[in-house]
């Protein structure tokens, strides 16, 4: 019962903010901090109690109830490593969040509290269900939330960015709901993923579509270019909350998506389409980071950085290479921490300047010291350097695709290399043009530096940067056994397909893997196919 607590419990409390009387707003973001704080702590027994061992089982914390037994619908939940990671994240997450509203949020405190906690609750779901229907409940589900903490507590132009934000999202989840009715009618009578995964069968143009269907709707949420322009309306928009939870968990469930469902479901329509997908990813990598380099507004530029490193996420997964995954999975974690970090301090800087545009600051570090070195090490990691989380993250996608056996692996990781400069020219840029240089604003003469509440916000942020990329292997390890599974059915299909594994580059994927610690290794290759004119 664990993961079905960790689940409801934020969804429970916010029941009680609804009927419990009460307008003191103080209280209300105590009551809710507090009870997102136990959902954390709730949240550590499923990662102290994981077994990321070769022989556990694929999904722990495994729960099955019927639900709606004449359809095959079921409540079932569990988690893999992968699951388990971004269980984590949002939980550690949400109270950070909560506190940072301190101040920040003073209209309809407990609607919004209820809102955030609703997310939570719905987020969570999206990451454990087992069943397709109840994923797909979960899933949009996080639509109502969303929808008001943009329009409700938004900034001016709220209304068109919150509209355009349901409008992408609902209409491509809708694609997604006819694929899951066709594997339904296709398998069986049953919505489970689990029996759906190893028993669906279907043509190979279905399956092609089916694909199409359920990546139309994840890329939407990544998002992908060119479908990414609600989200500069949506984060410039939304509150500094909505716009750390967007960041930091939604985008993920994208990726995730692709991860869990798309790629496992349909492997051979993966395979067909990984290159285009890949392509995308990388086009999204470099216009991402062109796009950053020319915004005025900072938490623009901080969502089109967004665009760049979920870029980075992408052409890992579409690498299909133990490595490439691995480092896709480890760069959603390190996207949530860094730039959910970036849009708390912005928001923190808007709190005190009531404006985001870059040509009103300029020269506080000398005024606001705490935040500038703050700022300056969120920054460090959001670029990628060494010792950081976003280094191990990046070394292992750009490996990854370099020794992956996609088409022209070389040119995507080439070029996804130069994502990785224009984000250091982007981002040490701002820091240059709002911390640096002479203060010229006089509005910027007295600004207070970071509190104690502040502090508190940012710190667990600063230790998972230095520490994830310090110490990456508690990270890495429960991840290991649902990327060593991919790849091995990736592998067979390949395989099954004639498109075997050429000889040597597992070799290579060896060396590579052995040579940086901490990484897991590589699951051991399969056979080779039988000869064919195209395997070397």
Not at 131 to 153: A, K, N, Q, R, S
Not at 209 to 233: E, G, N, Q, S
Not at 265 to 286: D, S, Y
């Amino acid at each position: 019962m664990l993961l079905t607590i960790t689940t409801f419990l934020p969804a429970l409390g916010a029941l009680a903010l609804v009927l419990v009387p009460g307008t003191e707003a103080r209280q209300h973001k105590a009551f809710a901090f507090v009870l997102s704080l136990i959902t954390f702590f709730v949240s550590l027994g499923l990662w102290f109690g994981f077994d990321a061992s070769p022989g556990a089982p694929e999904f722990q914390f495994e729960q099955f109830v019927p639900w709606i037994s004449s359809l095959g619908i079921g409540y079932h939940v569990g988690l893999d490593g992968v699951a388990l990671l971004l269980v984590m994240l949002t939980t550690a997450l949400t109270p950070i969040v909560v506190l940072s509203t301190w101040n920040a949020v003073e209209d309809r405190v407990k609607e919004f509290m209820i809102a955030l906690l609703v997310l939570e609750t719905a987020m969570i779901g999206t990451f454990a269900a087992l069943d397709l229907v109840l994923f797909y409940v979960f899933w949009e589900l996080i639509l109502i939330p969303m929808y008001l903490l943009i329009g409700v507590w938004g900034s001016q132009n709220r209304l068109y960015a919150t509209v355009k934000f349901f409008i992408y999202t609902f209409a491509a989840s809708v694609l997604m709901l006819l694929a899951i009715l066709y594997v339904y009618f296709h398998d069986g009578g049953t919505f489970d993923y689990v029996e759906a995964r190893q028993a669906l069968q279907v043509s190979p143009d279905a399956a092609r579509w089916l694909f199409l269907a359920f990546a139309l709707a994840f890329a939407v949420k990544v998002p992908m270019f060119p479908l990414h322009t609600w989200l500069p309306d949506a984060h410039t928009e939304a509150p500094t909350a909505g716009s750390v939870i967007l960041a930091g968990v939604l985008l993920k469930m994208g990726t995730f998506g692709f991860f869990r469902y798309a790629m496992p479901l349909f492997p051979e329509a993966a395979l067909h389409f990984r290159t285009l997908i890949a392509t995308l990813a990388t086009v999204g990598i470099i216009y991402g980071a062109l796009m950053s380099l020319v915004q005025t507004d900072m938490k623009r530029l901080v969502a089109y950085s967004s665009v760049s490193h979920l870029g980075f996420v992408m052409l890992g997964l579409m690498a299909l290479s133990a490595e490439g995954l691995t480092g896709g999975v480890y760069q959603m974690l390190n996207h949530g921490v860094s730039t959910g970090a970036l849009f708390l301090l912005v928001g923190m800087l808007y709190e005190r300047r009531h404006t985001r545009l870059i040509s009103e600051y300029g020269g506080l570090a000398r005024q606001v010291p705490l935040i500038a070195a703050v700022f300056v090490i969120v920054t460090l990691s959001s670029v990628g350097l060494p010792g950081t989380n976003g280094f191990v993250g990046e070394f292992l996608i750009l490996s990854g695709t370099w020794l992956s056996r996609l088409r022209h692996s070389a040119v995507f990781s080439t070029l996804a290399a130069t994502g990785v400069i224009l984000g250091a020219v982007y981002m040490l840029l701002l820091v240059e043009r709002v911390f640096f240089g002479k203060l010229t604003n006089d509005h910027n003469r007295h600004l207070p530096d970071l509190t104690l509440r502040e502090g508190f916000v940012l710190a667990p942020m600063i230790a998972l940067i230095v520490v994830m990329g310090l110490v990456p292997q508690p990270f890495l390890a429960p991840a290991k056994p649902a990327v060593d599974r991919l790849v091995q059915r990736f592998q067979q299909v390949e395989v099954r397909l004639g498109q075997g594994p050429q000889v040597g580059t597992e070799t290579t994927a060896f060396a590579a893997r052995a040579a940086l610690p901490g990484v897991p290794a590589m699951p051991a290759p399969l056979p080779a196919a039988p000869a064919h004119p195209e395997v070397h």
